[in-house]
């Protein structure tokens, strides 16, 4: 039988020291390394993956397998400092998605920031084809649901009725550019996208990410799961590593942020 761990210890395996819970917050902070801590944050958009040492990004449809304390301690870490949730509606649909559950400590770092006390969740939809009796509309705060003009209407308004904020980024399609304006717009610049992979490789298409987290899981999984990314057209784009960090129970976690320098 699998060991489990109660609590996760993460090492840092640059400086080889082990990291309290706040060191973890200072290490996944909304920048480049580089950026002095008082810089005020722009736009941020980071994306985080659990994947399989050979690639899958779910077992029979879901990543939940893949994951582990540690996996959902920086899973959590990162929608603290988030100012929004980002995700794409098949992840929603797959995970069954509800609001962000953010601890009374958590609320009270967020507001000394600036931060509303829990991120919204955003979902990016062509169809419109979201339940409005889902979870997501039993969260805290209502969520917002992206899309485009030619979204069908009898699909949009029961969303509007349930509660969502609904926001038009593009006409025939969702335009990845008009959507993270839009965010920055309401004051939601620090975006965290969970996926899934049609959305993320839209937005590695569109050169718009910033940072990528990735938990590596020690599993191999082969089946047809699908790997992070998926888009029409090849896009290389070059990402340098900031942190690398392990647990006692075997994962990696790796934070990867673009270099703009290079191609
Ligand atoms: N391991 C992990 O960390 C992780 C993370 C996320 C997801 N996953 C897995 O990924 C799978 C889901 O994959 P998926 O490809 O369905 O994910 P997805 O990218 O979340 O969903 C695709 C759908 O999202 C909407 N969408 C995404 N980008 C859009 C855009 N630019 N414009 C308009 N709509 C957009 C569309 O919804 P409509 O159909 O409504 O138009 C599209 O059909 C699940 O098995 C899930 O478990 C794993």
Redo the contacts with the bound molecule.
């Keep these: 039988m699998e060991h489990r761990s109660v609590e996760t210890h993460f090492t840092d395996l640059h400086a080889g020291r082990t990291l309290t819970p706040a060191d973890l917050d200072e290490e996944y902070a909304h920048r480049s390394p580089e950026t002095p801590a008082s810089a005020q944050t722009t736009r941020w958009v980071r994306a985080?993956?659990?994947?399989s040492l050979d690639g899958a990004?779910?077992v029979e449809?879901?990543?939940g397998a893949?994951g582990s304390m540690g996996d959902k301690t920086v899973f959590h870490r990162l929608r603290a400092l988030a100012d929004v949730v980002l995700?794409?509606?098949?992840?929603?649909r797959?995970?069954d998605y509800g609001g962000a559950v953010i601890s009374a400590q958590d609320r009270g770092a967020r507001t000394a920031r600036g931060q509303a006390p829990v991120p919204p969740i955003a979902v990016?939809?062509?169809?419109?084809?979201?339940d409005a009796d889902s979870r997501l509309f039993s969260g805290e705060v209502p969520p917002l649901v992206i899309?485009?003009k030619t979204a069908p209407t009898e699909r949009i308004t029961p969303l509007r009725k349930a509660g969502a904020e609904v926001v038009i980024a593009g006409d025939d399609?969702?335009d990845?550019h008009a959507m993270i304006a839009a965010l920055t717009e309401r004051g939601l610049p620090r975006v965290l996208c969970?996926?899934?992979?049609?959305?993320?490789g839209?937005l590695i298409d569109t050169d718009l990410i910033d940072e990528l987290c990735v938990t590596t899981s020690p599993h191999l999984v082969a089946g047809r799961?699908?790997r992070m990314a998926?888009s029409s057209a090849d896009a290389l784009r070059r990402m340098r590593r900031t942190a690398l960090l392990t647990d006692q129970d075997g994962f990696l976690y790796t934070r990867w942020v673009r270099d703009r320098s290079q191609q």
């Design positions: 985080n993956f659990v994947s990004i779910s449809g879901r990543s893949l995700v794409g509606a098949g992840t929603a797959a995970e990016v939809t062509g169809s419109g084809r979201i899309t485009s399609a969702v990845p969970e996926g899934g992979p049609h959305l993320f839209d799961g699908g998926a």
